[in-house]
């Protein structure tokens, strides 16, 4: 790593000097949703999800900052346990030529699809698939330097070098969730790797992206070195519109194969794989009854299927509520791209047929 880390900083010092100089500008923009949700023999519930504010600046053509700050459930309370500020990104861009971008920072992991693109009017549902949360834990931002560019012919590729993750927030349900530091005094004993390939086409865009780091931290009863305890995550996706059609799929696999070692350490039950994707599909209405329109409305079903407990250490049992396939359907109207009127309904079904449910739910989501 630090011969990495040289080669990054060589990089700056020997770029070739600025041909001109830019005037300097800032951005200013956000994005934030707000939901209502009621699940069948249950209490409805509403909530100001996120209001986020993205911020950036450009010093000259080569220069530029960039950063979002969120607050969730719209208060911070002294003592309560709802709500938080937190930066969702703040980096550096430095470009050395139109292919070719050094980035240091608090960096988005570039893994999968709603990571890296997760503005409310983006994606159909109201919430976010239960994929990025439980499997790839959106939104997923780490501490840490590389580079992003492309090759010409629609590829395009991203890679840091960052910190790892801490094995002691992994849980059954969530994953490796808990296990992020989200860039807050961040542990540097693990180190992780993260990558994303990129092709794009007019209409279709396919990914194939990974992060593989250590999670042990200074537990050495959990592994030792700067991989100690890895966890490796691999997806695959793909996006595809063609008129008023449109459609997405995602793949995700995540290994811990020190599973048994954490569980021991931190009284836990986590697996050593977990998996899952979704396949969703779309139709715009609004191309049957009024075709001059330039809003859409969306109708869609994702199905999905999410397993935390996909293989589990030797002696350790599954826990098959943790075997989910969920069913979402619903409508999504965007008067403008950047706007977007959600409705939803939800079927949560399980292996053991334990903690099922249903749900509707209601957002706005906007970008600006």
């Known amino acids: 790593m630090p011969r990495l880390l ?5 990089a700056f010092l020997i770029a070739a000097p600025l041909q001109g100089q830019t005037q300097s500008s800032t951005t200013v923009g956000g994005y934030g949703e707000i939901i209502f949700a009621r699940p069948n023999g249950g209490t409805a519930s509403a909530d100001v999800a996120r209001v986020v504010v993205y911020l950036a600046h450009t010093f ?8 979002e700050l969120e607050v969730e459930h719209a208060r911070i309370e002294a003592g309560g346990s709802a709500g938080e500020v937190a930066f969702e990104q703040a980096y550096l861009d430095y470009r050395l030529s139109d292919r070719f971008t050094l980035r240091s920072g608090l960096v988005l992991v570039p893994v999968g699809i709603i990571n ?6 983006t994606f159909n549902g109201v919430g976010r698939p239960a994929a990025d949360h439980d499997l790839i834990p959106a939104t997923w931002r780490e501490i840490g330097i590389g580079a992003l560019g492309n090759f010409g012919g629609g590829w395009s590729w991203r890679a840091y070098v960052m910190n790892g993750l801490k094995a002691e927030g992994f849980s059954a349900a969530e994953g490796i969730r808990a296990g992020r530091q989200e860039g807050q005094e961040a542990s540097f004993a693990g180190v992780g790797v993260t990558g994303r390939l990129e092709w794009a086409r007019p209409g279709l865009k396919i990914g194939l992206s990974g992060f593989h780091g250590g999670s ?24 595809w519109e063609s008129g008023p059609w449109t459609a997405r799929a995602l793949l995700v696999n995540v290994a811990v194969p020190d599973a048994g070692k954490i569980n021991a350490a931190f009284g836990g039950t986590v697996a050593e794989r977990s998996r899952g994707g979704y396949v969703e599909g779309a139709y715009d ?53 950047t706007v977007a009127f959600k409705a939803d309904y939800q079927v949560l079904r399980t292996a053991s047929g ?3 449910g249903e749900t509707f739910d209601l957002g706005i989501g906007f970008s600006f």
């Open 6 to 10: 040289s080669t990054l900083l060589l």
């Open 60 to 67: 000259d053509e080569r220069l530029a900052f960039r950063s």
């Open 116 to 121: 890296e693109t997760h503005e409310p009017p």
């Open 216 to 239: 042990a931290d200074t537990n050495s009863a959990v592994g030792t070195g700067a991989f100690g305890a890895p966890v490796t995550v691999l997806a695959a996706d793909a996006r």
């Open 285 to 337: 209405l609004l191309h049957l009854l009024a075709p001059a329109s330039t809003a859409r409305l969306d109708a869609f079903t994702r199905v999905e299927k999410v397993n935390t407990q996909a293989r589990m250490p030797t002696a350790t049992a599954a826990d098959e509520s943790l075997d989910r396939t969920i069913v979402t359907s619903g409508l999504t109207f965007r008067p403008l791209s």
């Open 354 to 356: 334990v903690g099922e």
